[in-house]
C-alpha cells in the first residue's frame, strides 16, 4: 500500500517563495505528481516526477528523491490566487500499467497581503 | 478541445437506493479514471477503466461498479446507498499512463 504525508495547512505572504514537502512510504512507485485545487473546483495538473531530481515549470518547481522518499513543491512569486490545497500523488508501478494514484490529504495555502 | 464531462453535477439520494454517474471524456482518451473526495478521507481512487476493461481497482466495496463504453464514456453505479458515500466524485482521463484531466466532479448526497 501507499502512505503519504504532507503539512496540513501553510501560510505564506503575496510575493515571497512556499516550499510544501511531501513523504511517502510505497509497495511499488511510478511516478509523483502535484495537483493544485481551488475550493469547489477540479484538480489541476502541475508537476510529474519519475526520476530524482528538480522539475522547473514556470513559477512553480517539484523535486524528487525516490531514496528517501521526499517531494517538495516550490512555489515561487506567490500570487493571492495562488490560495488553494496542493495534493501530492503517487503512481502505482503495476504490472498492467495504467493509473492508480494514491493521494495525500492535502496541504490548504493560503496566501496574505 | 472540449474537458472531461461529468453528469449530473449534484444528486440528491436516499439511503438504500442506487445512482449512477456519467463520465465523458476528452477526445481521444481511453483512460478514465474514478476518484471519491471526502473531507476526511480526501481523494480516493476507485478503479481505472481502459478500452472497456476495468484495468486497476481501489479499496472500495463490491457496491462501487463501473463500467466504459466503446466511445470511451464511463460510467459508475454505487448501489444501496449509505450516508458514508456522500462525496464528491470525480473522474479523470488520460491519453497515456501520465497526465490524468480532472473534471467538474458530481456531488452526490445521501439522506
Known amino acids: 500500500g501507499q502512505n503519504i504525508d504532507q503539512p496540513t495547512e501553510m501560510t505564506a505572504t503575496e510575493g515571497a517563495i512556499v516550499q510544501i514537502n511531501c513523504t511517502y512510504q510505497t509497495s511499488g512507485f511510478n511516478g509523483l505528481f502535484w495537483y493544485q485545487q481551488h475550493a469547489g473546483e477540479a484538480p489541476t495538473f502541475l508537476s510529474y516526477?519519475?526520476?530524482?531530481g528538480l522539475e522547473e515549470k514556470g513559477r512553480f518547481s517539484s523535486f524528487l528523491s525516490r531514496s528517501k522518499g521526499y517531494s517538495y513543491l516550490l512555489l515561487k512569486e506567490l500570487q493571492m490566487k495562488d490560495s488553494a490545497s496542493y495534493l501530492c500523488?503517487?503512481?502505482?508501478?503495476?504490472?498492467?500499467?495504467?493509473?492508480?494514484?494514491?493521494f495525500g490529504t492535502g496541504t490548504q495555502l493560503k496566501v496574505e497581503l | 478541445k472540449a474537458g472531461v464531462t461529468q453528469t449530473p453535477r449534484y444528486l440528491i439520494k436516499t439511503r438504500g437506493q442506487q445512482v449512477t454517474l456519467s463520465c465523458s471524456p476528452i477526445?481521444?482518451?481511453?483512460?478514465v479514471s474514478w476518484y471519491q473526495q471526502t473531507p476526511g478521507q480526501g481523494l480516493q481512487f476507485l478503479f481505472e477503466?481502459?478500452?472497456?476493461?476495468?484495468?486497476n481497482k481501489g479499496n472500495f466495496p463490491g457496491r462501487f461498479s463501473g463500467r466504459q463504453f466503446s466511445n470511451s464514456r464511463s460510467e459508475m453505479n454505487v448501489s444501496t446507498l449509505e450516508l458514508g458515500d456522500s462525496a464528491l466524485y470525480l473522474c479523470?482521463?488520460?491519453?497515456?499512463?501520465?497526465?490524468?484531466?480532472f473534471g467538474p466532479g458530481t456531488r452526490l448526497t445521501v439522506t
Open positions: 516526477n519519475v526520476l530524482d
Open positions: 477526445s481521444g482518451h481511453r483512460s
Open positions: 479523470a482521463s488520460s491519453l497515456d499512463s501520465y497526465e490524468q484531466y
Open positions: 500523488a503517487v503512481r502505482e508501478g503495476l504490472t498492467g500499467g495504467g493509473n492508480k494514484l494514491t
Open positions: 477503466y481502459f478500452s472497456e476493461t476495468q484495468r
